[in-house]
């Protein structure tokens, strides 16, 4: 497995040890750093300056012990080494890309891609507590035992119900990595009262000794499986409360984010069965925007005065 870097994530990490950040870099070193950083501008053409840079970083990326903690990680996960041909680093671009995904081309190639936040980069024992999380999402669906799917197949549920089951998701996922590490003597990302509460919370809908009970066998299982999750996640009585639909969630029909859902009441039976001839997995409870409600409506109402 190569590891790869993005020029950006490369110079911003150098910068954040240049600017004191990061405990132990020697300022004799900042000061030499920034010296040879100085002389590559006389470089003139463009492509071998941007080598140029691209090396000086990754030289003083390695030397301020920052490719360590990626390296360290990788050798406890075995099957993400031998399975990966390509895993990429680059820095997050806003505030919900942070970790690790996985890709997969036509030709079966897998790469991950890793986002990290530049924070990350200052505390080395909490940084290599997070590789070690985001590292088992990687193990989880390059293992077949997992059965990882890239998409949830999740047909019959309605946009906020389908947030709600991903969500889930990630957190029953979260549980049996943190759980994993706990066992294993590491620090988790969070604790096991942190992720008993959650779970408690996303399923409160179950009496108390079956949600202590599932998020016991959830916290203690050494072989995850997709398949467990897409049952728990799709456990209808919890998602019953999304069927109302959120405020500035997507319509199921026009697709479009709306604050006007039409009142249940109003959809009357001939209109139920005129959208459903055009969307047969639409239910009324899944709901209807007022746009395409007043759209039906119109319809309606003109095939009626044309049939008297
Ligand atoms: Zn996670
Ligand atoms: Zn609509």
Redesign the pocket.
Known sequence: MQLRYDEDFLEAAVFLCASGRRPGVPSLQIARFHREREKLYSILDPDERNAAFFNLHLDWFREWGLEQPLTDVLKESPLVREQLGVLAVRKTTGKNDE?AELYVNEAGQRTGLLALRLERLIHDAALRDYLR??FT?LHDMLDPAFGYLPELELPGLNSAQKRLARERY?LL??IT?DGRLTAAGFTP?QAYEQHAAAFARGYSFWPQPRQAQTFNSLWRTQVPRHADFLALITDPRGLREAHRPAPGASCPLCDFPTFQWADPGLLESGLVQRITTEFPNWLPGHGVCHRCWEAYQVRELADCASAA
């Open positions: 970790g999380h985001e999402h990630r996922w979260d990595i990302t």
